[in-house]
């Protein structure tokens, strides 16, 4: 591959006359020639020049491409080696370019964030394997790279649908994807969810299907971010089995709320409090304030199915980038930060009011409320510091 070519193509996207491309923009003209590179190198052999490409290859990859890649994706692919050929102003090819892309619809903007639907219908238009479809789908989700290329069979309970591995959500579609992948006689066992899975390959497998939309590994991951700030993590994670067995049944009905109620501040605030009563005995051993957090998220999802509960949700003040461990509600958004206390409990009340009341500073509408779990079996302190006020509640559990 003429990867000197790429390479000086790759910084004349960012000059001068480039900076108002976005870096998905860029990364989606990029694909494209590197894309014709590869398919240069496999039908004239080893070591092929761009430069040295003529209109007659323009019209075999063409004929390539119309193969298997859809007339929308052809189209894009054109205009990523059009912006290349006009920039080695190549007027032939540019020409033999132009007479392709005439025939075929106009290319969609290229979106800066990809939207569920859209990573969907890739999904389905391309031939994958389990392996792929599997891989693919756990990208959009909050795991890391590596946290899925560390993935074993066993971290997969497909009994109560989470990945145990720090307690991930993921879609409906990646579950469906994971039971086909994973055999009934390997499931449970310590075996590698992904065999050899380095992160090129990752990054390549991605690169192959999402290329041409700009988007990489760690893009696909934050376009689920903002689809989770849309939607809600309840929307788009939560998979309920149509049938359960006697134990799972008696486990969320001793873990969850018995009724299901509207959701109003003082409402949200009783449930916290029932909650707060029902893990008294798990909070010493949890180890960090994520995991109380999505513990707090999943009793939360069954007390109000109704409504939206986004996490980690994300919002802008005059300093930048702010985050709400958790927000419950459509119309009005109720705030909450969590906290996990060992000794300093003044101090984390402190820093929860203080974010508390950076996210009612942008929702002037709304209540907050700091849940702090304390890893001391200290009922007076607990009482000491629970504050029942008009917009921001503390409470100890």
């Not at 859209?118 to 031939?127: G, P, R």
């Not at 709304?366 to 607990?382: A, P």
Request: charged share 35%.
């Amino acid at each position: 591959m003429d990867k000197k070519a790429l390479d000086l193509f790759s910084r004349s996207l960012t000059s001068s006359k480039g900076k108002r491309l976005s870096d998905t923009t860029r990364r989606a003209y990029l694909y494209s020639v590197r894309r014709f590179a590869k398919w240069l190198n496999n039908s004239r052999g080893r070591n092929q020049k761009l430069d040295n490409a003529n209109t007659e290859d323009i019209s075999n990859f063409d004929a390539y491409l119309r193969k298997d890649t859809k007339p929308a994706t052809r189209s894009l692919i054109f205009t990523g080696l059009s912006k290349y050929y006009e920039y080695r102003r190549c007027k032939k090819i540019l020409e033999a370019i132009e007479e392709i892309r005439s025939k075929l619809p106009l290319p969609q903007p290229i979106a800066h964030t990809l939207s569920w639907d859209s990573f969907q219908k890739i999904l389905k238009e391309a031939n994958l394997s389990y392996e792929k479809l599997t891989l693919l789908n756990l990208l959009w989700s909050e795991m890391k790279v590596k946290d899925i290329r560390g993935l074993w069979n066993s971290d997969i309970d497909f009994q109560n649908r989470r990945v145990k591995k720090k307690e991930y959500n993921i879609t409906k579609s990646a579950w469906l994807a994971l039971e086909k992948y994973v055999s009934p006689e390997d499931r449970g066992t310590r075996k590698e969810l992904f065999k050899k899975c380095s992160v090129r390959k990752v990054q390549q497998i991605t690169e192959d299907h999402f290329g041409v939309v700009g988007q990489t590994p760690i893009g696909l991951r934050k376009c689920c971010k903002n689809d989770l700030i849309e939607v809600g993590r309840t929307v788009r994670f939560r998979y309920k089995e149509d049938r359960k067995s006697s134990s799972e049944t008696k486990q969320e009905q001793d873990e969850k709320p018995t009724t299901k109620r509207d959701l109003s501040f003082r409402t949200l605030v009783q449930e916290i409090e029932n909650f707060g009563e029902k893990m008294h005995a798990t909070i010493p051993k949890l180890e960090n304030e994520r995991q109380l957090q999505l513990l707090l998220e999943s009793y939360l999802f069954g007390a109000f199915p109704k409504e939206t509960i986004i996490d980690e949700y994300e919002f802008r003040d005059d300093i930048g980038k702010r985050w709400c461990d958790i927000v419950v509600g459509k119309e009005r958004k109720f705030g909450i930060e969590v906290k996990l206390a060992k000794e300093n409990i003044i101090k984390l009340v402190r820093d929860g009011k203080r974010q508390i009341n950076e996210f009612l500073s942008k929702h002037p509408r709304s209540k907050g409320i700091v849940v702090v779990g304390d890893k001391e079996d200290n009922l007076e302190r607990r009482e000491e510091h629970t504050q029942k006020k008009d917009r921001v509640c503390i409470i100890v559990i």
